[in-house]
């Protein structure tokens, strides 16, 4: 089985900073792509930010700038650091990830989602 964790959300004021975390764990043979997404109240679920195993990085327009994803491999993690929130960036967060299994198999993997709260 393999998990995903997030961590970091809460209320913060607009012009604030939050950093979220998501570390994968189980039976995992490797990571490849992992994800930040996020789900506003009454609206689809969109993407935030993602991070390629090598590094390369790819973000939503409404984030550049502001937002910056890192991953550290050899912890399973995927950190999206926030800056200069607006309430327009209140949401519950969701990381995924691709992952494959021990057992070789590959899927997608997301977290529980993490609140994140703006306020003006």
């Known amino acids: 089985q393999v998990q995903l964790v997030e961590s970091g959300g809460g209320l913060v004021q607009a012009g604030g900073s939050l950093r979220l975390s998501c570390t994968a764990s189980g039976s995992i043979f490797s990571i490849n792509e992992m994800g930040w997404y996020r789900q506003a109240t009454g609206k689809e679920r969109e993407l935030v930010a993602r991070i390629l195993s090598g590094g390369g990085t790819n973000y939503a327009d409404f984030v550049k700038g502001r937002f910056t994803i890192s991953r550290d491999n050899a912890k399973n993690t995927v950190y999206l650091q926030m800056n200069s929130l607006n309430p327009e960036d209140t949401a519950d967060y969701y990381c995924?990830?691709?992952?494959?299994?021990?057992?070789?198999?590959?899927?997608?993997?997301w977290g529980q989602g993490t609140q994140v709260t703006v306020s003006s």
């Open positions: 995924n990830a691709n992952i494959r299994t021990i057992a070789r198999s590959m899927s997608i993997y």
